[in-house]
Nanobody, 122 residues
Framework: QVQLVESGGGLVQAGGSLRLSCAAS????????MAWFRQAPGKEREFVAA????????VFADSVKGRFIISRDNAKNTVYLQMNSLKPEETAVYYC???????????????WGQGTQVTVSS
């Protein structure tokens, strides 16, 4: 089992920045990839970014490329999502996920956090 705990959400004005954290514990070695997804009210959960625990391989949704940065601290078993130039339409609950491969769909991810709310005001 892998436990994931997100933090860092909150209220920010449009154009502002937030950094989310996802602390992983348990059998973290069983998951090669950590990812962030988001889900706005009434919408499906969508992929944001992913990173491998080993190496520097990252994947981003087109909508966040150039504005969001995903990084990891292996010593702390923590993954970060730096979000810059935030837009009101990016208001959502942001979820951390762990899985075997870096894909943009939700099904391969075995473990999920409880989510953290990000609200971007206009």
């Amino acid at each position: 089992q892998v436990q994931l705990v997100e933090s860092g959400g909150g209220l920010v004005q449009a154009g502002g920045s937030l950094r989310l954290s996802c602390a992983a514990s348990g059998r973290t070695f069983s998951s090669n990839v950590m990812a962030w997804f988001r889900q706005a009210p009434g919408k499906e959960r969508e992929f944001v970014a992913a990173i491998r625990w080993c190496g520097r391989s990252t994947v981003f949704a087109d909508s966040v490329k150039g504005r969001f940065i995903i990084s990891r601290d292996n010593a702390k078993n923590t993954v970060y999502l730096q979000m810059n130039s935030l837009k009101p339409e990016e208001t959502a609950v942001y979820y951390c996920a762990a899985g075997p491969v870096a894909v943009t769909t939700t099904s391969p991810y075995d473990y999920w956090g409880q989510g953290t709310q990000v609200t971007v005001s206009s």
